[in-house]
């Protein structure tokens, strides 16, 4: 397996301007995790889903901030519109259920000017 | 809810000496406990982790933890590290209910020759 795919690996954008990240996550698995890591937080948890559903997304910052995973093979988080504030590498991983451990992706660095 | 503390944010470490990550962490509930590795513009990467059993856990690249309960903590040792081993270090911890990871701040480990 090629392990958990995002893209882009890198995006810049100007403020105000709507930005999808995407997510695939490893076959067979059926958990699946959005992380924000900055300098100043740290690695933060925005959202994540069980099954395609999501089961817990207190962490999303705020209502311009939203994530779907319509299917097991894919997910998007997509900021509208977007803020200097959210430059950021943003993860995603993925858990086969009762297997504990986390795979990440090799993130995306958005930055918004 | 679990929380996680790293005490050291850098640690700058010579080659062939051993080195020691510390982590603390609290929860209300049994934990599962984590290292991760970041290289540099990488994702994170499991180092090592405990469910149960014994204290003592082995990981990859030479590295091994030791769970403590009665002074909650898990700390991450390396006899001898390799200018490679230069990355940062993440400590983790998810609950028996569910697979969401709770990250501490990192550690900075930069070996020198």
């Known amino acids: 397996d090629a392990g958990v795919i995002q893209s882009p690996r890198h995006e810049v954008t100007e403020m105000g301007q709507e930005v999808t990240l995407r997510c695939k996550p490893i076959?067979?698995?059926?958990?699946l995790f959005w992380y924000r890591q900055t300098m100043m937080r740290g690695l933060e948890l925005l959202i994540y889903?069980?099954?395609?559903?999501?089961?817990?997304d207190s962490g999303m910052p705020e209502d311009r901030f939203s994530a779907k995973m319509p299917n097991a093979s894919f997910s998007t988080l997509k900021i509208q519109p977007s803020e200097p504030r959210d430059s950021a590498v943003y993860f995603c991983?993925?858990?086969?259920?009762?297997?504990?451990?986390?795979?990440f992706g090799q993130g995306t660095r958005l930055t918004v000017v | 809810a679990q929380s996680v503390t790293q005490l050291d944010s850098q640690v700058p470490v010579f080659e062939e000496a051993p080195v020691e990550l510390r982590c603390n962490y609290s929860s209300s509930v049994s934990v599962y406990l984590f290292w991760y590795v970041q290289y540099p513009n990488q994702g994170l990467q499991l180092l090592l982790k405990?469910?149960?059993?014994?204290?003592l856990v082995k990981g990859i690249n030479g590295f091994e933890a030791e769970f403590n309960k009665s002074q909650t903590s898990f700390h991450l040792r390396k006899p001898s590290v390799h200018i490679s081993d230069t990355a940062e270090y993440f400590c983790a911890v998810s609950s028996s209910n569910d697979y969401k990871l709770s990250f501490g701040a990192g550690t900075t480990v930069t070996v020198r020759a």
């Open positions: 991983a993925s858990i086969q259920s009762g297997k504990l451990e986390a795979f």
């Open positions: 405990y469910l149960s059993g014994s204290t």
């Open positions: 889903f069980n099954n395609n559903v999501p089961i817990d």
């Open positions: 076959s067979g698995h059926n958990s």
